[in-house]
């Protein structure tokens, strides 16, 4: 299935988690039978499609160049980056959310696998990967050693940046804020939470 239609689909239920196929369907404007053709049932299509926004967090999180600069920072670049992909985090942070740990976890695999068999200039650095499959968790490591981010537990700071982010796009969705507004907000409390002053 190609990358755009499961965006697509994606996008859709995002909108509407609770849409049939067929509903699916209509909002994309092909025929119920073409999804069909493709997927056997509503469970195969949702699966394909969080596999799909799995590997563009994933992919998102590595184009922010984690290893660059000061741990601070990229978790900054990392936040923008997701930010930029406001079905992902719908159905990220949604009340039965599609993107869940397993699936995020297979997308990292996937993406590591494939960022290390070609020239990516996004290279992630080997010390980084070991981090139990979690860039957020990896970069807040680095940003504890380089002094730019707070000596917190590592675990509670990679789940306060998925979830302030969160919160920031829920705001955005929920009271039509722009979104520029609700990251602004989320780096600030990155910054007042994690953030070394000077």
């Not at 660059?68 to 159905?91: E, K, S, W």
């Not at 599609?98 to 068999?117: H, K, W």
């Not at 730019?148 to 789940?159: G, K």
Request: charged share 25%; no cysteine; aromatic share 6%.
């Amino acid at each position: 299935m190609n990358d755009d239609l499961l965006r697509r689909i994606a996008s859709v239920l995002a909108a509407h988690p609770t849409a049939s196929m067929a509903e699916v369907a209509r909002s994309l404007g092909i025929g119920r039978t073409t999804l069909y053709r493709r997927f056997s049932d509503r469970e195969a299509m949702t699966r394909e499609v969080a596999a799909q926004a799995g590997a563009d967090f994933v992919r998102a999180v590595v184009a922010a160049d984690p290893g660059r600069g000061r741990g601070f920072d990229a978790l900054a670049r990392i936040a923008r980056a997701l930010f930029d992909l406001p079905d992902v985090l719908t159905l990220l942070f949604a009340d039965t959310p599609l993107l869940t740990d397993p699936v995020l976890e297979a997308a990292y695999g996937r993406v590591i696998a494939d960022s290390g068999e070609k020239a990516n200039p996004h290279a992630i650095p080997a010390e980084m990967l070991e981090t139990d499959n979690d860039l957020i968790a990896a970069v807040v490591l680095r940003g504890r050693g380089d002094g730019s981010i707070r000596d917190v537990p590592v675990a509670w700071a990679a789940m306060f940046v998925y979830f302030t982010l969160g919160s920031a796009h829920l705001y955005a969705t929920g009271t039509g804020a722009s979104r520029s507004a609700a990251l602004d907000l989320a780096l600030e409390a990155f910054d007042r939470t994690l953030g070394v002053a000077g």
